[in-house]
């Protein structure tokens, strides 16, 4: 069992920065996929990053490649998700989940738990 807390999410004018923190519980916490997903008001869940256990493997979705930044701590037991020139349209809830697998998935049925989520919103 894990279980996932985000936090870090707030207000930021467009062009700022942001850094998101998923803490998680649970022993096995290394042995997960780690993955952010946002949701926009009236969108569908979707991904935006996510890393392997080991945290050498990476995946970013095309609108935020070279803007975030997915990161791990195994030992502190958090993903990090930093996040740069940000534009009005990464308003979202922001998700971190994990996936009990050796394979970074991409479908949000691909992983096991989830957090609660954390409001981002980009002024412009």
């Known amino acids: 069992q894990v279980q996932l807390i985000e936090s870090g999410g707030g207000l930021v004018q467009a062009g700022g920065s942001l850094r998101l923190s998923c803490a998680a519980s649970g022993r096995t916490f290394s042995n997960y996929v780690v993955g952010w997903f946002r949701q926009a008001p009236g969108k569908e869940r979707a991904i935006v990053a996510a890393i392997s256990w080991s945290g050498g493997n990476t995946y970013y979705a095309d609108p935020v490649k070279g803007r975030f930044t997915i990161s791990r701590d195994n030992a502190k037991k958090t993903v990090y998700l930093q996040m740069n020139s940000l534009k009005p349209e990464d308003t979202a809830v922001y998700y971190c989940?994990?996936?009990?697998?050796?394979?970074?998935?991409?479908?949000?049925?691909?992983?096991?738990?989830w957090g609660q989520g954390t409001q981002v919103t980009v002024s412009s």
């Open positions: 989940a994990a996936q009990g697998s050796w394979v970074i998935g991409v479908r949000q049925d691909e992983y096991d738990y």
